[in-house]
C-alpha cells in the first residue's frame, strides 16, 4: 500500500512539473512552481491549507462557485488567524433553495469579489500546501473548472480527504456504514464534536479540520504518521 501511494505521489509530481512546463504566466504557474510536501514527511510537519467551496449546485461544468474559505492546519494547530472568506460575484439570479441553503443573496454576489481575484489569490496561499477537504469531488473539481476556465489548463493537487478516511476507517473495520454517516455533520457527532454552523465556507473549512483532528485517533503514530497514510489516491 506504501508503495502505490508513493508511485502515486511521483506521478502527481511528475504531472505538476509537466503542467509547469506548458503553464501560462500567471498565477497558476507561480502556483505549479513550488514542490509538493514528500510523502514520508510526518503528518504533523506539513501545511495543510483546509478548503470549503459553497457552489450552485453540484456539477462544475455547469454550476458556479457562490463562495470560498479555508484556513490554514499544521501540527495539529488550526491557525484561525490566518483564514480567509470571500464570496464571488456571478451573473444569474439564484433560487430561493440556494438562498435558504447558503444565506447568500442575489445582493452579496452581485458585489462579491470577481473569480480571477479569488483563484489568484487561493492558488497563492495554496502553494506548497496540502488540500484538506470533506468530500473532494467538489472542492477539486470545481477548481480545475475554475482554472481551465481563466488560465486554459487545470493543475494537480496533493489531497487529504476526511470523507474517503472515514469510509476507509469504516471498510478497515469491517462495519457496515449507512453512507448518511459519511456527512461531515454526522462524522463530528460521532467524534463527539460539537454541531456547527453548516453551508458556511469558513466554518465547513474549519470544521474539516476539526474533524481531521479527530480522525486521528484512528492512527497510533498521531502526528507523526506519514503523509501518504492519508493522501487521497
Do not use: W
Not at 23 to 40: D, I, M, Q
Request: glycine share 6%; charged share 20%; proline share 4%.
Amino acid at each position: 500500500m506504501f508503495t502505490n501511494l508513493v508511485d502515486y505521489f511521483f506521478s502527481l509530481e511528475s504531472k505538476r512539473k509537466k503542467l509547469l512546463a506548458k503553464a501560462p504566466e500567471g498565477p497558476l504557474k507561480e502556483f505549479l512552481k513550488v514542490p509538493f510536501a514528500s510523502t514520508e514527511q510526518a503528518i504533523g510537519e506539513v501545511d495543510i491549507l483546509a478548503l470549503d467551496f459553497e457552489t450552485t449546485g453540484l456539477n462544475a461544468k455547469q454550476d458556479k462557485l457562490l463562495s470560498v474559505g479555508y484556513v490554514n492546519f499544521k501540527n495539529g494547530l488550526i491557525k484561525l488567524g490566518q483564514s480567509h472568506h470571500q464570496i464571488i460575484c456571478s451573473n444569474g439570479d439564484m433560487d430561493k433553495d440556494n438562498v435558504v441553503i447558503h444565506q447568500i443573496t442575489d445582493t452579496e454576489k452581485a458585489n462579491g469579489c470577481q473569480l480571477e481575484q479569488v483563484i489568484e489569490q487561493l492558488l497563492s496561499d495554496l502553494a506548497g500546501k496540502v488540500m484538506l477537504v470533506h468530500y473532494a469531488n467538489i472542492e477539486k473539481t470545481f477548481l480545475e473548472q475554475a482554472c481551465i476556465k481563466l488560465y486554459g489548463m487545470a493543475p494537480v493537487f496533493p489531497i487529504i480527504d476526511t470523507l474517503a478516511l472515514a469510509k476507509k476507517h469504516f471498510e478497515r473495520a469491517q462495519k457496515h456504514f449507512d453512507p448518511s454517516q459519511l456527512r461531515l455533520i454526522n462524522l463530528r457527532a460521532a467524534y463527539g464534536l460539537p454541531a456547527h454552523h453548516e453551508h458556511n465556507a469558513l466554518n465547513d473549512a474549519i470544521a474539516t479540520a476539526e474533524l481531521l483532528l479527530a480522525q486521528m485517533r484512528n492512527y497510533p503514530q498521531g502526528f507523526s504518521t506519514p503523509l501518504s497514510e492519508f493522501l487521497l489516491k
